[in-house]
């Protein structure tokens, strides 16, 4: 059973609220004020409950627009790690969950074999850091590469870069799983430097960082190591690939009978 409908604001309060821009105020209206006479608020805890309302209905359509924009690869969050199950510490995992070095601007690097659940981990602490209200840009390395070489057609590189460096996190996936040549070197470089000490950047790799220039050219790859390293937490994966003992032993997949 439900009560019946509140009745509907009046068409002059309808206006202000599109005008002044509150649809959640205006959506939550009638029932709070409903509420407000059936139990007799004072005027100002209306006001509250209503104001509260558009806050909320506006943070919450911010985290969803900051998802979208962030350009997640699959949506992986918290509730689906198994931290008992990851190779890395406890401690480092809970560390990082704070998000405190985002706050500092640090940078971190996850590297290890592929299936090790670097990825899902990076893009778990992604979601994490949109809900505590910070913006977040993932990329693979390839995606960056390809949005670095478009801005070099009308001369934009330095624009979108600092559009880029906008996001209090900064993630570059799976670097080393392609081949990386000059463009991809430069792609990056240009980013861990414009990062360096203003925002946090992190990176997962099959490769320890130590490693980028056997992936591309050591002139662009020694600074991008130095930037990337310095203020910045190693973490290492070890393990066989938890995709693969997954489809081992039929939990990666729908049976079809």
């Keep these: 059973m439900t009560g019946p409908t509140p009745p509907a604001l009046p068409d002059e309060l309808l206006k202000l609220t599109r005008r002044l821009r509150l649809p959640y105020l205006r959506r939550n209206a009638p029932e709070v004020i409903a509420t407000a006479k059936a139990q007799r608020w004072d005027p100002a805890e209306v006001l509250r409950v209503l104001l509260q309302e558009e806050a909320r209905g506006r943070d ?17 969050t918290f509730h689906t790690w198994r931290e008992e199950d990851s190779s890395i510490s406890l401690a480092t995992q809970r560390a990082l969950r704070t998000l405190e070095w985002i706050g500092r601007a640090e940078t971190l ?6 299936g090790t659940g670097k990825s899902h981990f990076l893009e778990a602490l992604g979601h994490a850091a949109i809900d505590a209200g910070l913006k977040v840009s993932w990329f693979t390395l390839e995606s960056l590469t390809q949005t670095i070489n ?17 996001a209090e996190l900064i993630v570059v996936d ?14 990056l470089y240009r980013i861990t430097d414009a990062a360096y000490e203003r925002r946090s950047l992190a990176v997962t790799s099959n490769i320890h960082p130590s490693g980028f220039d056997t992936l591309m050219p050591k002139a662009l790859a020694s600074p991008t190591v130095d930037r990337l390293l310095h203020h ?4 290492v994966t070890e393990g066989d690939s938890q995709r693969l003992a997954e489809a081992l032993s039929g939990r990666g997949v729908v049976p079809l009978a």
């Design 174 to 187: 799976d670097i080393g799983m392609l081949p990386a040549g000059q463009s991809e070197a430069e792609a």
């Design 232 to 235: 910045g937490h190693v973490v």
């Design 60 to 76: 919450i359509a911010t985290r969803e627009m900051r998802r979208r924009n962030a350009a997640f690869p699959s949506g992986k």
């Design 109 to 114: 690097s996850i590297s290890g074999p592929s």
């Design 150 to 166: 478009r801005s070099k057609v009308d001369a934009s590189t330095t624009k979108v870069v600092q559009r880029i460096c906008r």
